[in-house]
């Protein structure tokens, strides 16, 4: 616990492993079988309990509960787990539980998280690197969020949803489909409505790439054929563009829940978030 500094009103229970660095502040509470990496600062009244890791130089804010057992009740009370990825930024209120023992048995959060205020990872789950989840935004047990995805403030996943890297969510949306990776997705339920261009943009992504990914998109989603029958040609024709193939094997290899898809009649890419 070298240069670590623990407040006088706070509980540290024998057991718990403090990196160097660390800050706990007043009326927090660590469990004894917390591991705090190197730097992190919890702010007050914050809950570190059950087997849970926060990474180095994470900084939690008041109220937050961290380690909670799952909410399910087919969990027997197993030793499961969580880990935080470091750099991490975990605003007041936030909750992420354990796994359960019938399921992965571990709930895994990547680095360089931003999540808001009163925002859920439930158990099992498995977030990926540079992800926010903004105020509130529920994530339903054993779901798989991949890198740079951002979910909207009051939007609840459906558990077992899986969501593709650099996917948007936007606000007050209910997600009860697998989203593929770079779209953006809106509404209750949710549907796809194009792209995240400016997630795109932000990465790099060279026009080439964004037109071809558009142009994939407009006939993978085709009404005339089924989708299983457009996912072939594409992977055919754009095989020789990564992101596009990316999204080929996000869908053919589905997990338990159905794709979104673009609202009814209409397979095109508005790239704008509308409901028009």
Known sequence: MSDSFIHPAAVVEAGAVVGAGVRVGPFCHVGPDAVLGDGVELVSHVSVIGVTSVGA???VYPHAVLGGPPQDMKHKGGRTTL??????????????????D????????????????AAHVAHDCIVGNNVTLTNQATLGGH?????HVIIGGLTAVHQNVRIGRRAFLGG???????VI?????????ARLRGFNLIGMRRAG????????????????????RTVAQNLESVAVDFAATPEVMEIVDFMTKRG???MCVPPYADAGDAGDGSDG
């Not at 007050?172 to 697998?178: E, F, I, Q, T």
């Not at 990776?181 to 339920?189: C, D, E, I, L, T």
């Not at 992504?205 to 005339?224: H, K, T």
């Open 205 to 224: 992504m060279a026009r080439a790439q964004v037109l071809a990914m558009r142009e994939a998109y407009r006939r993978i989603f085709d009404p005339a």
């Open 57 to 59: 130089g994470t900084k």
């Open 256 to 258: 338990k829940r159905h």
């Open 172 to 178: 007050g949306s209910a997600v009860v489909g697998d």
């Open 143 to 147: 779901c798989e969020v991949g890198d």
């Open 102 to 117: 019938g399921g992965r048995g571990a709930t895994v959060v990547g680095n360089n998280g931003f999540f808001l205020v």
């Open 181 to 189: 990776p770079f779209a953006m997705a809106v509404g209750n339920r």
């Open 83 to 100: 880990t935080i990825g470091s750099n991490c930024t975990i605003r007041e209120y936030v909750t992420m539980h354990t796994g359960t």
